[in-house]
């Protein structure tokens, strides 16, 4: 699986050597059931990027080959190093890369070795608003509605999401079931996305203003009498103090810059079953709690919260579900509270380990722990994750770790392994043995279809090589990935995220289970909901009585009261263009598989190209592409060779740039959500310049 959509591959290494010679979906895999995304297949099989086969450490400055005993060692040294004053001398970042295992066995290291309260993983860059927002509601993460109920739904909004070239599997079910006569797909973004193309309306707001219009959204189902009062009266608390509160719907419509047409259209949708799908447009903003929130609440307001229907946050990494449940980042294993003391105790004894050792707080998220390094953080151990790339004002992010003693685990040579002393090179997807967590929570197995070269070890391995040499007594015996996952299992027994009933030999003969599954012959569907109905299973049978039930203090869903903060850099004069940042359908994450060595495309509209047309330079030598224009994207940070593409999908005053890209981040702001610690990606000013006269040479000798 290459992304959180959870599709089951087919792998097949070649009769002689290394690697992967066929790649195909899964036919028999419940998930995806043979269906695959080219960009899956391709990025598996065929990647981009420097495969890393050797163990490097610096040495004189350089990074030079060694032993994987010598690596193992100086990564060793170095953090113990560090751990000697305090566990806080060490951050670990993790990722949604990982296995399950994996992403276990480091937050037990992290958390039960080191004692580290800067612990974090790149999922936080993502889903960590969405997953607050989630608690506030329902007091537990992820999804009520799974992919069950796409065809069950006859409106389906996506907001801030574009899952045509995010998720291309998931997206094809939500298309199939728009295309019904009852049906419609509704998209919300400022951007006219490839979702947006298919889409029977799509409702352009301003970058921002995702709360504004939410808030006008349910102003507008109150006013017209659409509240599902007596689902609201059965199963929620806090409506009367949110309704009190609610803003004019016509001037929050205003404020998010769309008509009341929009509003009224939107309110519509919500009178029918509706799935509300959301992506990083919301979550990645310093409102990204408040408005995934509000989006919530919508859906509780008009009863949206049964099958076919209900707020479903589209995760982007592989396995981000799988290291929220997993890795003890936010949460103890099985979304275990971190604060309450009878589980960490639980924790604590499970892992034969002093509760006292374990930080009070989970941690400041990844900016913090950026922040920190040259503070209380002395190492690092960043296991496959690019934070150089990846990381918001990117440039300050490679300054810091200048100043760390920096341990890279990854599979491929990114831009932070230019940054590290020591580089442990990691089996991919195809090489390792574990299992992954969908968005639905679906878990599956992986396995391993290739050998990998001599100098290169699974996460779990490596994982417990350092382990073993600065904390001996934390694993009792090498690590193996049915033996860890069986200790996770047990470890959420009887929690909201209970995966007790699952094990290899159950996945073996299932091929995957979702979550909560609390016993060997249990499974879940939609979740919080219980019905009875006079048909049995008849997926026509009319319930007769429904019931709902939250873990939360009442039992009950929660409203928000999540207020806006004001954007953290409006445009103005100097910085007069808003940049935004999304996904390109052939890439993935940093980009470090699926790369090209040029400048990054950013996309305006004909309007803006025209106003800054001053601004744009064509290389010396454009024979190959008459059309190329470059500038520079400056910032308050940085600035940027881009490659000026004209689209009239993009808003005017807009500047549209790929996440992809490793320059791209050197732009964006380290403001973050208050509550989840989530950066606001999708929103910074800038301007558009003539490029330097060494970059477009630069630019033409590359492209000769």
């Not at 060793?76 to 990722?95: C, P, Q, R």
Request: glycine share 8%; proline share 8%.
């Amino acid at each position: 699986m290459r992304c959180a959509v959870g599709c089951g591959h087919v792998q097949q290494a070649p009769e002689r050597g290394y690697g992967l010679e066929t790649v195909r979906g899964d036919a028999a895999h419940p998930v995806n059931q043979g269906l695959a995304c080219q960009r899956g297949v391709s990025e598996t099989a065929d990647p981009d990027g420097e495969w890393l086969t050797r163990p490097l450490v610096r040495k004189d400055g350089d990074l030079v080959p060694t032993t994987m005993e010598s690596a193992l060692e100086r990564a060793a040294e170095g953090l113990g190093t560090a751990l000697e004053s305090d566990g806080d001398g060490v951050a670990v970042l993790g990722s949604g890369q990982q296995t399950n295992e994996a992403a276990y066995a480091l937050g037990k290291l992290a958390r039960g070795g080191f004692g580290t309260r800067y612990y974090d993983a790149n999922t936080t860059l993502c889903m960590a608003s969405a997953v607050t927002a989630y608690y506030d509601a329902f007091g537990s993460d992820a999804p009520p509605p799974t992919y069950d109920d796409i065809p069950e739904a006859r409106s389906h909004v996506v907001w801030g999401a574009n899952p045509a070239a995010a998720h291309p599997v998931m997206f094809r079910w939500i298309r199939q079931s728009a295309d019904d006569d009852d049906s419609e797909l509704i998209v919300v973004d400022p951007v006219h996305s490839e979702t947006a193309e298919v889409a029977d309306h799509h409702v352009p707001l301003e970058p921002g203003g995702d709360l504004a219009l939410a808030r006008a959204i349910l102003a507008r189902v109150v006013e017209t009498d659409r509240v599902d009062e007596s689902f609201v009266a059965e199963a929620t608390t806090g409506f009367d103090e949110l309704r009190a509160e609610l803003p004019d719907a016509a001037e929050a419509a205003e404020m998010a810059g769309v008509s009341m047409a929009d509003v009224d259209k939107l309110a519509n949708a919500l009178e029918d079953p509706t799935l509300l799908y959301w992506g990083m447009g919301i979550n990645q903003s310093v409102n990204g709690t408040a408005a995934a929130g509000a989006l919530i609440d919508c859906c509780l307001a008009t009863g949206n919260l049964r099958p076919g229907s209900g707020p479903f946050s589209l995760t982007g990494q592989a396995n981000s579900m799988g290291t929220r449940v997993c890795s003890s980042k936010g949460s103890w294993p099985g979304h275990r509270p971190f604060a309450d003391p009878d589980h960490r105790r639980e924790v604590a004894e499970t892992w034969e380990v002093p509760v006292s050792r374990f930080p009070d707080d989970p941690g400041p998220g990844p900016v913090g722990i950026v922040n920190a390094i040259g503070d209380e953080v002395e190492a690092v151990y960043a296991v496959a994750t690019n934070p150089v790339a990846g990381m918001p004002d990117a440039t300050r992010v490679r300054e810091k770790l200048e100043d760390a003693f920096l341990v890279v685990q990854d599979a491929f040579r990114s831009e932070t392994v230019e940054y590290a002393d020591v580089v442990l090179p990691a089996a991919t997807w195809g090489e390792s043995e574990g299992t992954t967590t969908n968005m639905e929570r679906t878990i599956s197995r992986v396995r391993a279809a290739t050998e990998t070269p001599s100098g290169v070890r699974t996460d779990l391995e490596l994982i417990g090589g350092l382990a073993d040499r600065i904390v001996p007594d934390l694993f009792d015996e090498v690590l193996e990935p049915a033996a860890v996952f069986d200790e996770f299992a047990a470890l959420t027994a009887g929690t909201p995220a209970d995966c007790s009933g699952i094990s290899y030999e159950r996945l073996e003969a299932e091929r995957a289970v979702r979550w909560p599954a609390p016993a060997p012959d249990v499974a879940a569907g939609y979740r919080y909901y219980d019905a009875t109905t006079d048909g049995g299973e008849s997926a026509e049978a009319e319930p007769t009585d429904e019931s709902w039930s939250f873990p939360t203090g009442s039992g009950r869903a929660r409203f928000s009261s999540g207020e806006a903060r004001p954007l953290p850099e409006p445009t103005d004069e100097s910085y007069p263009l808003t940049l935004t940042t999304a996904r390109r359908p052939d890439a993935y994450n940093t980009g470090v598989r699926t790369r090209e060595d040029e400048p990054p495309t950013a996309r305006v509209s004909p309007a803006t190209a025209a106003a800054l047309a001053d601004e744009l330079e064509a290389p010396v030598d454009a024979s190959e592409d008459a059309d190329a224009r470059y500038g520079r994207v400056v910032s308050r940070r940085a600035s940027v060779t881009v490659r000026v593409e004209t689209d009239e999908a993009i808003p005017d005053g807009v500047v549209w740039l790929p996440i992809h890209h490793p320059d791209v981040n050197d732009l964006t702001l380290p403001d973050v959500d208050p509550r989840s610690n989530e950066p606001n990606f999708k929103q910074c000013a800038v301007r558009l310049e003539p490029p330097r006269e060494r970059d477009i040479g630069a630019v033409a000798e590359a492209s000769a």
